[in-house]
């Protein structure tokens, strides 16, 4: 394998070995696995000059910024001129070769490399003044801080966001007004972020496109050879292909196959001579340049007929108007729905049932509705929530009518609740995203946490595998997940039910205390509970409130029509039964956090997220170092411990 490959490979590994521990908690590889992986990527950086901008042997030194310094470019950067006719971009290559390339949807940003290292990072702006947003670029998780060229090398390339970066981004902000509209949108904010560590967590990637100078840059005759020799440097170059006149239109074709399924936003190709020489000499005209042309995505349009609107709620009680219409074949596949955004939009298009309406797929993946032949515009906004059946009104947003749910205890605002309760902790049903719970509730497939169990009927399979994205392999694997999570230990049940402060210690505390009889925890008082060591008063008030509550009993009783319990786990009284530990740092005794949490719960203890007055220990095998938790611990005076003195501790 190729060094640089080797190295590339390497950083994946690691950041990938690094984000799992960080984020998630858990361990994919040893300590010693790390550290030798981590020794042969320094030793292949040292050797060959060449390093990612993400590889762990570089710290982010995330810096906060007051401003974006703006810079005029040496020369202006010119957009193309651009068509929608495939037979035109044959005349345009004629008898020369050239090469084509996605027309990447992002933010054009201009690199810089002098003596090897990333110099200067610049937007494009408005094609004469950028943004300087080198802080930022070094933090792009896919172009090397370091290259193997020591003379001043400047390049351009499109900064882009995966549309399932996009999608994750998006799941985690409550409000729907307030998400991100497209990719391109969350790019652009993004790398013009005033604190770069904003920018590292949203992985953006830069994809080259043009060599625009380096000394010795006179030795490339094509753009194929710029684009290798960037590739040799370790950057990603735009994807393309060499085409000519009589190849032209099934390449064009090739790209228009793969565009549903490439993972990085694109709005069209790219079409620019692949000699240099010939291209330069054409010049430019006042406002685009000669060498190169845009191919923008023609829309493929469908007549089809308008069947009925689809109010499908959200978490923020707004409610989003889909068009369902008859089945049409567009962009190579079956279509039948399409979100029609707001009630102005609606409102607009005048869509009425029965309507004959004209669809598309913008940039030939999202469906939308172009047209409506008809506009009857009788479609009637409904008064009251499809879900729950509370009312709704009609409010203005930036300018656009939306409509929502007034209901406080919307079932479809309860997103946050089925999301706990089919959490690993808890009921542990695989598989079933925040997002797919939202569209769940949408098609009233789901009301009640009880229907998660109940969703084996043909009704709902049929209309199950219609929705977008979802199929007939996806709702056996929803099924088979919902027959496994009905078999659940009491505690983790106890905990699924969100009542406030009880995390999963607590429930085992409770589900202990009363002998692991759910009967006689719904029907405790607050003082019993408060009883229980660790659970104390307010713990004990939020439980009896919660099982006093008519709502609440219904859904219990519900549930255990459909929930059957293991049978409960034997904690072993040991040394450090009743003890609560905070752990922190690398692992070496057992596969991970989680392993070592296990063993503790097992003997009694407990273990909490973050050091307070009621530690009684901390467990990091770096006891000397700086980090957030050990000074507390040492301002606290609670101990310190390693592993190894955990073990004797549990021995003692």
């Known amino acids: 394998m190729d060094k640089k490959q080797r190295i590339t490979e390497l950083v994946a590994i690691l950041d990938k070995a690094a984000r799992v521990y960080e984020q ?68 345009w290559t004629g008898d020369h070769e050239s090469i084509l390339s996605w027309k990447m949807d992002g933010l054009t940003v201009v690199l810089t490399y002098r003596d090897g290292d990333l110099f200067k990072a610049v937007t494009r702006g408005n094609g004469e003044i950028g943004e300087v947003i080198t802080n930022n670029a070094r933090v792009f998780k896919n172009i090397p801080l370091k290259i193997a060229y020591k003379g001043e090398l400047v390049l351009r390339g499109e900064a882009v966001i995966r549309y399932s970066d996009f999608e994750q981004i998006n799941a985690q902000i409550e409000k729907d007004e307030d998400r991100y509209k497209n990719p391109r949108n969350l790019c652009s904010g993004t790398v013009r972020q005033l604190n770069n560590r904003i920018t590292a967590e949203r992985n953006v990637y830069l994809f080259p496109f043009a060599l625009i100078s380096m000394d010795g840059a006179d030795g490339f005759a094509t753009r194929e050879e710029q684009l290798n020799y960037l590739r040799e440097l370790g950057f990603d170059p735009v994807e393309y292909k060499k085409v000519n006149r009589s190849n032209m239109l099934e390449t064009i074709q090739w790209f228009a196959d793969h565009v549903a399924t ?26 685009f340049p000669r060498n190169a042309i845009a191919f923008k995505w023609k829309d493929e349009t469908r007549q089809t007929k308008l069947l009925e609107i689809e109010w499908s709620p959200s978490r923020t009680g707004l409610i989003n108007p889909v068009a369902i219409f008859e089945p049409v074949e567009l962009e190579g596949t079956t279509v039948s729905r399409a979100s029609v955004h707001n009630l102005s939009v609606m409102e607009e298009l005048q869509l009425g049932i029965g309507d004959e309406i004209m669809v598309y797929k913008a940039n030939m993946i ?36 939306a409509l929502y749910c007034t209901n406080p205890d919307c079932i479809a605002k309860k997103i946050k609740l089925f999301s706990h309760f089919v959490s690993r902790d808890a009921m542990n049903l695989e598989g079933l995203s925040e997002m797919t719970i939202e569209k769940l509730i949408g098609r009233g497939f789901v009301k009640e946490l009880a229907d998660l169990f109940k969703m084996d009927t043909p009704e709902i399979r049929e209309e199950f595998v219609k929705m977008e994205g979802f199929g007939e392999r996806s709702f056996e694997k929803l099924l088979a997940a919902a027959r496994k999570a009905q078999t659940v230990s009491m ?72 929930v059957s319990f293991v049978a409960p786990e034997e904690v072993m009284e040991s040394p450090i039964t009743g003890k609560t530990f ?22 009694g203890g407990k273990v909490a997220g973050s050091v307070s007055a009621k530690t009684d220990y901390l467990i990091n095998n770096d006891t000397e170092s700086g980090s957030s938790k050990n000074k507390k611990a040492k301002e606290l005076g609670i101990p310190i411990i390693s592993e190894e003195d955990f073990l004797k501790l549990c021995e003692a």
């Open 24 to 91: 998630e908690d858990r361990e994919i590889m040893s300590n010693f696995e790390y550290d030798a992986l981590y020794d042969e990527l320094k030793a292949l950086e040292e050797e060959t000059g060449f390093v990612l901008s993400n590889s762990p042997t570089q710290h982010a030194g995330y810096e906060i910024l007051s401003e974006l310094p703006k810079e005029r470019h040496e020369s202006p950067m010119l957009s193309l001129d651009k068509t929608k006719e495939r037979d035109a971009l044959v005349s």
């Open 262 to 287: 490439n993972d990085f936003p694109s709005d069209g190709l790219v079409l620019t001579y692949n000699d240099i020489a010939y291209g330069n000499s054409l010049g430019r005209t006042a406002k």
């Open 366 to 401: 999202i469906p939308q509705i172009a047209e409506d032949l008809t506009k009857s515009g009788n479609i009637e906004i409904p008064k009251t929530c499809p879900v729950c059946g509370g009312p709704t009104e009609v409010r203005v947003l930036l300018e656009a009518k």
């Open 491 to 562: 505690p983790k049940f106890l905990y699924s039910l969100g009542i406030p402060g009880i995390g999963l210690a607590n429930a085992k505390l409770i589900c202990k205390a009363f002998n692991y009889d759910l009967d006689a925890i719904r029907n405790a008082t607050s003082e019993s509970l408060a009883d229980i060591p660790k659970i104390g008063d307010v713990l004990a008030a939020n439980v009896t409130a919660y099982m006093a509550d008519p709502e609440n009993a219904r859904m219990l009783s519900d549930l255990l029509s459909v």
């Open 582 to 603: 905070v752990i922190t740092g690398a692992v070496y005794h057992f596969p991970n956090r989680d392993a070592a949490k296990a063993y503790i719960e097992e003997r």
